[in-house]
T-cell receptor, first 112, second 108 residues
Framework: SAVISQKPSRDICQRGTSLTIQCQVD?????MFWYRQQPGQSLTLIAT?????????ESGFVIDKFPISRPNLTFSTLTVSNMSPEDSSIYLC?????????FGPGTRLTVT | QKEVEQNSGPLSVPEGAIASLNCTYS??????FFWYRQYSGKSPELIMS????GDKEDGRFTAQLNKASQYVSLLIRDSQPSDSATYLC????????FGPGTRLSVLP
């Protein structure tokens, strides 16, 4: 398995600002994923981030709104840009470790 | 579009009973199947993986896979109130696809 940490664990942000979420893994992994989960809903994949290449975004998510960095095999960031109240959600980082997917603890974002 | 379907529940069972959670998937080339448990306010936790047809047991949990029927299930024996959570089915073919989850409530 993989141990994943995320920072911050929660934040309250004002409309129009941006927040960068960090994801750190205790081992080198090729594939990292960013999900969003709104209250009472299932997981929605935002993008897949592979080291050394551009992130691949799912339908409905664009790089200008959710820029992702993946500078090495143990770290990634997701930025939520120009936030609106609709961006209030839990953001989860996950990794593929030997064909199994493990999740970080999540970042709870509230936009006011 | 690849889909994974689950009953949303809630599924309520009395303490000590067997809870049965079901999942169907549409992608016939799916190779790997997973069950996650998610407590309210927490992130999903991997509890079972299964790759071959048949049953796989781990403690009180048994995963069952039938690729011909495109069906995977999770049985929880001797259900405890601490098993109350949402259970997510996930399928890996060309990519990971998660189901919407089934909310399980184990009543004392």
């Amino acid at each position: 398995s993989a141990v994943i940490s995320q920072k911050p664990s929660r934040d309250i942000c004002q409309r129009g600002t941006s927040l960068t979420i960090q994801c750190q893994v205790d081992s080198q992994v090729t594939m990292m994923f960013w999900y969003r989960q709104q209250p009472g809903q299932s997981l929605t994949l935002i993008a897949t981030a592979n080291q050394g290449s551009e992130a691949t975004y799912e339908s409905g998510f664009v790089i200008d709104k959710f820029p992702i960095s993946r500078p090495n095999l143990t770290f990634s960031t997701l930025t939520v840009s120009n936030m609106s109240p609709e961006d209030s959600s839990i953001y989860l980082c996950s990794v593929d470790s030997y064909g199994e997917q493990y999740f970080g603890p999540g970042t709870r974002l509230t936009v006011t | 579009q690849k889909e994974v379907e689950q009953n949303s529940g809630p599924l309520s069972v009395p303490e000590g009973a067997i809870a049965s959670l079901n999942c169907t998937y549409s992608d016939r080339v799916s190779q790997s199947f997973f069950w996650y448990r998610q407590y309210s306010g927490k992130s999903p936790e991997l509890i079972m993986s299964i790759y071959s047809n048949g049953d796989k047991e781990d403690g009180r949990f048994t995963a069952q896979l039938n690729k011909a029927s495109q069906y995977v299930s999770l049985l929880i024996r001797d259900s405890q109130p601490s098993d109350s959570a949402t259970y997510l089915c996930a399928v890996y073919g060309q990519n990971f696809v998660f189901g919407p989850g089934t909310r399980l409530s184990v009543l004392p």
